[in-house]
């Protein structure tokens, strides 16, 4: 018996379609990486953006960090939208895929950043003196920018598993309690 999440809807010839792996969901399979990775990156930039030396040993991590964080996260919402034209619209996944659309221009800014925080450490390396409140700002872009994306997915995250676990209801009590 073929199940709704295994029938393939017609894409565009040669396109690419973000809809299965291996009889498998891509979404939950990619949100995962996301869930991290924006995080992880955002900690990485944040911390090398005020602290010199982290930044000199990040090197071009902060920058390689964000854009990976810019490949995965588009992914991860073209994978839900192609999960959620075969679901339909259950509760609460509206608000799911309105969070998850919200979270790319907070990774848009988030590997601007990182590529400022580089930028700067790049700089230093070739000699070139930058003005104290350059390297102010860029730190705190770096922080805010950072703090908004990890803000950002975890709501995103939080809906994601509300909209997926919503239908449990109340898990039984684990024995001996």
């Known amino acids: 018996m073929v199940g709704p999440l295994t029938q393939r809807p017609a894409g565009p010839p040669g396109g690419i379609v973000f809809d299965v792996v291996a009889g498998l969901p891509l979404h939950p399979l990619v949100v995962h990486a996301a869930v991290v990775l924006v995080p992880v990156a955002a900690l990485v930039i944040a911390v090398a953006g005020v602290w010199p030396r982290f930044r000199r040993w990040a090197g071009y991590l902060p920058a390689a960090l964000a854009v990976a964080a810019l ?25 799911h895929a309105d969070l998850g659309e919200a979270l790319v221009p907070w990774v848009v800014a988030l590997a601007v950043v990182g590529g400022m925080v580089t930028a700067v450490e790049l ?51 684990p024995a001996g309690d």
Do not use: K
Request: proline share 5%.
């Open 71 to 95: 490949v995965v996260v588009p992914v991860a919402t073209q994978s839900g939208e192609a999960l959620q034209s075969r679901l339909g619209d259950p509760p609460f996944v509206e608000r």
């Open 123 to 173: 700089l230093r390396r070739r000699g070139t003196v930058l003005h104290r409140g350059v390297v102010v700002v860029v730190a705190v872009a770096a922080v805010a920018v950072g703090a908004g994306a990890v803000v950002q997915t975890v709501l995103v995250g939080h809906s994601g598993a509300t909209a997926v676990w919503s239908d449990v209801g109340e898990l039984p009590a």
